[in-house]
């Protein structure tokens, strides 16, 4: 039976999208992305090799597939032609038989990137150029892929191929029961309309940005699969209620570049004073073990204990009928466990997550403490085979977020996935 799969960020982003959509592509026909630019990246496993994409989707590196690029998508022409020629660097050459870039979506100019990085501070961009580009395209002014494709310039006419209208070519795919598998970026927390406004990305990467952006019915949606991982991460500034120390101390911390050099001293630390319940190297423990470093940006991520108000915010909006659990392999030393189960603000006990900003900035977590399993298990094929604390550790995330768990992820790599649920897949 064919299906339509989405594929959505629960959390702030970085969940581990790219390594579920790259399992999943397999079996998928065509692979899409609807939303955001190059200020999203997302990393990929395959072997010995790691494949870092901002803008092409994760389907790139599969054969036989078609990918697209769609209306929702903002374009920064230099990037793709850049990832593309990354592909055919390592034998992955693209044609306009397995890529496609919308005709609709819009361009990113040099001038809006520099629009950007003078005024886009306050929120934390990244500086790609994504929300003045968004802006344009509100504002009726934006240059679209299908005005730019005809340009006479080196980089038009290397992308022109792949220039088509996007959304019969999608449709046709479905009506014809071919496996659709959408690729979000970012993260349900980072919405426009229901993230953590104004700290929050320029589109809509929830379920329905992923129909707008691709011009596709919902009824046409099989499944909506949130990816969350184990703790929570987040970039740059915004609230945070379950966050380990403060974002200066990550900032402090610099960039994976300054932190690679002595690893081994910096993961002995933070395990050490993170058992004592240092919570700010609770925080470091995790995110030197997750590697949560920005694959665009390379800045340090804030890291922070499970939240379930936030998941099951993301199961409403999203409507999800399923989900994947990442990271669990980065508990791996630590003895004692939280779960964020509902918020206190103003005395008040809550699991209904406030979508305003100053309710959100008093919200105090209610932790759940939970017995780590202080082992490795990133080679575990088998549910039944983790250790019990892991497996009650799962089992209550799922009760919390009210949705089955289709799969569970200990490690990077394609083979380190455990299907716990394959109704909800291919």
């Given at each position: ?18 390594k579920i959509v790259d399992f ?158 959408i690729e979000g970026a970012q ?128 199961r409403r909006i999203n409507s ?107």
């Amino acid at each position: 039976m064919s299906k339509v799969i989405i594929i959505v960020g629960g959390q702030w982003g970085d969940e581990g999208k790219g390594k579920i959509v790259d399992f999943l592509a397999e079996k998928a026909d065509v692979i899409a992305r609807a939303t955001g630019g190059n200020n999203a990246g997302h990393t990929v496993v395959v072997g010995d090799k790691t494949f870092k994409f901002h803008l092409l989707p994760s389907g790139t590196i599969h054969k036989g597939k078609l990918n697209i690029c769609g209306n929702g998508m903002v374009i920064y022409p230099k990037q793709i032609i850049k990832e593309i020629d990354t592909l055919g660097e390592k034998g992955i050459t693209l044609t306009e038989k397995s890529l496609l870039i919308s005709s609709s979506a819009h361009v990113i100019t040099e001038e809006q990137i520099e629009k950007d990085r003078k005024t886009g501070k306050k929120v934390g961009t990244t500086g790609r150029g994504i929300g003045p580009c968004y802006m344009a395209k509100v504002e009726r002014t934006g240059l679209r892929m299908s005005e730019f494709a005809g340009h006479n310039s080196a980089d038009a006419r290397k992308l022109a191929p792949f220039v088509k209208d996007a959304y019969p070519i999608l449709n046709k795919a479905i009506d014809d029961k071919k496996n659709i598998l959408i690729e979000g970026a970012q993260g349900t927390m980072l919405d426009i309309d229901h993230g953590t406004y104004p700290y929050v990305t320029s589109s809509n990467p929830t379920a329905a940005g992923q129909c707008t952006g691709l011009g596709i019915g919902p009824k046409k949606i099989s499944e909506v699969i949130a990816i969350l991982k184990a703790y929570t991460t987040r970039v740059g500034r915004g609230p945070f209620p379950t966050e380990l120390g403060t974002d200066k101390q990550t900032l402090d911390e610099g960039t994976w570049d300054k932190i690679e050099p002595r690893l081994d001293e910096h993961m002995k630390e933070a395990e050490e004073k993170g058992n004592e319940g240092d919570e700010y190297y609770q925080g470091k423990y995790l995110r030197l073990m997750g590697r949560e470093y920005g694959t665009t940006t390379k800045r340090a991520r804030r890291t922070g204990w499970f939240d379930s108000v936030v998941a099951k915010y993301a199961r409403r909006i999203n409507s999800l009928t399923s989900f994947v659990l990442t990271k669990i392999d980065c508990f791996s030393q630590l003895k004692r466990i939280r779960i964020c189960t509902a918020y206190e603000i103003d005395g008040k006990k809550t699991e209904d997550f406030p979508t305003d900003i100053e309710q959100l900035q008093k919200a105090k977590p209610v932790y759940e403490e939970m017995d780590g399993w202080c082992c490795d298990i990133s080679d575990i094929k088998r549910f039944d085979d983790l250790p019990a604390e892991c497996r009650k550790y799962i089992k209550r995330i799922e009760e919390l977020v009210g949705v089955p768990m289709c799969m569970v992820s200990v490690g990077p790599k394609r083979s380190q996935t455990i299907i716990l649920d394959d109704r909800f897949l291919f």
